[in-house]
């Protein structure tokens, strides 16, 4: 008991220490006009709008090259701003206004020369416009409850999920209410339906009669949805087969996998995990004890391998991009007292450090570590060449006053 308490007692004392150290560097950075202290990376350009803030949306175009951002101000200014990453010069600004003042997402589309931008959220549904160089709006998708881009049949496109009650008159004798899961694949060029508008239609307990089917999670961007398909009687058999992992493609209707359950213990464990990132593709997390992180493709995990030994890291920091790129960037964060340092009896520097990391290997490539921000008082966006950073200021709940881009070594 004696060695608990001292231990604690320690820890808090480094902690304490800790917290002055980060409060000496964030300070001094202050005085250095607020960059970062970052390591592997050079600042290339300091982006700052003459008027307004740089809103929490931004992102690079899939060559790397071009940087697209939403300058904003607190009253009726919305504007997207392309920057050309290598000559450092405006490219263009497109008012964005007319549709929404404070987008949640942009991204760049159709080779560059369109936008699509994501509304405000409105009673829990968001909707998403293609808006060309000009800032007319092509065309729009949703409202729904999601609305995510991807690649379908070799072309970009939008998946538009919705969620609703269906009617009375279709509910369970018992009065159950069901809850219809819509799902559409469109094409960003066209506007045209990719495959068929399909639905889930579940019960209370998430289960859909019909398909003989429990829903657990979404994958594939909300084109899969992935449960308990229940066995099927054999005649020859004689017998009732075992229930097996169904992956039921929404937009061809039908049962793409059948995976047998041998440890069904196991699996229960495999599809909780799964369901605390439903809706998503491919995707890094934390391991379930802890020791790690874990890539996930198609429903299975495997290790990644970092620089640093994980309980260096604080677990609960692991910030992932989401994008449909071959590399997958995330970055994780330094205790200052980890065990390691506790057990030094010296607080270390809260190094945030950015991964890159190419699916089908092992190990995960530190590009550079950041200094100077706390874990929720910035944004970035990364590809292979460049880091940008926006450090949020003291008083801001989006956005700040400048980007900060940086070529990575």
């Known amino acids: 008991m004696i060695n608990y308490r001292k231990a604690k007692i320690a820890r808090t004392l480094l902690l304490m220490g800790a917290m002055t150290l980060f409060s000496s ?30 809103d929490d949306p931004f992102t690079f175009d899939s060559a790397g090259s071009r940087l697209l951002y939403v300058n904003s101000n607190t009253e009726n200014q919305a504007q997207l701003v392309v920057v050309d990453a290598v000559q450092n010069t405006i490219l263009r600004r497109v008012d964005i206004a007319s549709f929404s003042k404070k987008p949640s997402r942009v991204e760049f589309a159709l080779e560059g020369e369109h936008y699509l931008v994501w509304g405000e959220e409105k009673a829990g549904k968001v909707k998403v416009a293609l808006i060309d160089s000009k800032g007319k709006i092509v065309r729009s998708f949703g409202p729904a409850v999601d609305v995510v881009s991807t690649r379908y049949q070799g072309v970009e496109a939008v998946v538009v999920h919705d969620v609703g009650d269906i009617k009375a008159r279709k509910r369970q004798k018992d009065n159950q209410p069901v809850i219809r899961h819509s799902v559409g694949i469109y094409s960003v060029a066209k506007g045209k339906l990719l495959g068929k508008k399909s639905n889930l239609d579940l019960t209370g307990e998430n289960e859909s009669p019909s398909l003989n089917f429990r ?10 949805a992935v449960g308990i398909k229940g066995g099927e009687w054999d005649r020859k058999e004689g017998q009732q087969s075992p229930d097996v992992e169904g992956w039921y493609s929404m937009p061809n209707r039908t049962f793409s996998k059948r995976l047998a359950i041998p ?14 990132h439903s809706g998503k593709g491919n995707m890094v997390v934390v391991k379930r004890n802890l020791s790690g992180i874990d890539f996930v493709k198609e429903g299975l995990f495997s290790a990644i391998e970092l ?25 994780i964060t330094i205790d200052p007292v980890h065990p390691d340092a506790a057990a030094e009896r010296k607080a270390v520097k809260p190094w945030v450090d950015l991964y890159e ?10 590009r ?18 460049y880091w940008a950073i926006v450090p949020r200021h003291i008083g ?8 900060l881009l940086y070529k990575l070594d």
């Open 263 to 276: 440890n069904l213990i196991e699996h229960r464990q495999r599809l909780a995990r799964l369901m605390k």
């Open 215 to 224: 829903f657990k999670y979404w994958t594939e961007n909300f084109t899969v």
């Open 396 to 403: 801001f709940e989006r956005g700040g006053t400048s980007i």
């Open 357 to 366: 990391y190419l699916p089908g290997t092992k190990k995960a490539v530190r």
């Open 307 to 331: 620089a640093e030994p994980f309980h260096h890291y604080n677990a609960g920091s692991l910030v992932v991009q989401q994008s449909e790129g071959a590399e997958v960037f995330f970055t």
């Open 25 to 54: 560097l964030v300070a001094s950075e202050a005085s250095a006009d607020k960059k970062a202290l970052v390591e592997s990376a050079t600042l290339a350009q300091t982006i700052s709008p003459a008027e307004g803030f740089i």
């Open 368 to 385: 550079a570590r950041m200094l100077g921000y706390g874990t929720r008082r910035y944004a970035w966006r990364a590809n292979h060449d």
